[in-house]
T-cell receptor
Framework: GAGVSQTPSNKVTEKGKYVELRCDPI?????LYWYRQSLGQGPEFLIY????????DSGLPNDRFFAVRPEGSVSTLKIQRTERGDSAVYLC?????????????FGEGSRLTVL | AQSVTQLGSHVSVSEGALVLLRCNYS??????LFWYVQYPNQGLQLLLK??????LVKGINGFEAEFKKSETSFHLTKPSAHMSDAAEYFC???????????FGTGTRLTVIP
């Protein structure tokens, strides 16, 4: 499809386990974002890539969270030693230009449940 | 620093009535302002945005919003609600060359037949 694709759509794991969430952005989009949306809240910024590099990772809550985008396209969000508080919907978005000329296109999200 | 406040986590309107969803922002630089809509089991979709120029912005599905700097507001309106407008609406702000969005907590719109 032509949109932002996220897998898995649902992930249930146990406390302490390692999780990877994948995002496939729209082809040609150089900017990629990860957000986290907890129940009843708006999306919360985690990290932003421009190409292969993390231009802003100030939103990552702690060092258990890490994201990569090795070839400037697909990105993986990695969460180590998961905790129940990590349960949320993780959203990925991509854009071509800056926000003054473009827009963020969002995927449907990966719902993570930590038991 | 930038942030938005959405007044009213839930809004109910009758079909055909005016829709008004409130958003106030805080920004130390000229803001870019956005409204996104999220339908059940779907990704966030851009409704409209204000960057520069005309302060009254028209978006998709008959929605519009007006940037009022003196009131630090960017309220979303639609003259006549339709059942298909039932969704969650998010206001967001960016600016200062930042390539990031800060979202409000959202307003869930219910349309009563």
């Amino acid at each position: 499809g032509a949109g932002v694709s996220q897998t898995p759509s649902n992930k249930v794991t146990e406390k302490g386990k390692y999780v990877e969430l994948r995002c496939d952005p729209i082809s040609g989009h150089t900017a990629l974002y990860w957000y986290r949306q907890s129940l009843g809240q708006g999306p919360e910024f985690l990290i932003y890539f421009q190409g292969t590099g993390a231009a802003d990772d100030s939103g990552l809550p702690n060092d258990r969270f890490f994201a990569v985008r090795p070839e400037g396209s697909v990105s993986t969000l990695k969460i180590q030693r998961t905790e129940r508080g990590d349960s949320a919907v993780y959203l990925c978005a991509s854009s071509f230009g800056g926000l003054n000329t473009g827009e963020l296109f969002f995927g449907e999200g990966s719902r993570l449940t930590v038991l | 620093a930038q942030s938005v406040t959405q007044l009213g986590s839930h809004v109910s309107v009758s079909e055909g009535a005016l829709v008004l969803l409130r958003c106030n922002y805080s920004s130390s630089v000229p803001p870019y302002l956005f409204w996104y809509v999220q339908y059940p089991n779907q990704g966030l979709q851009l409704l409209l945005k204000y960057t520069t120029g005309a302060t009254l912005v028209k978006g998709i599905n008959g929605f519009e919003a007006e940037f009022k700097k003196s009131e630090t507001s960017f309220h979303l309106t639609k003259p006549s609600a339709h059942m298909s407008d039932a969704a969650e609406y998010f206001c967001a702000v960016s600016g200062g060359g930042a390539n990031n969005l800060f979202f409000g907590t959202g307003t869930r719109l219910t349309v009563i037949p």
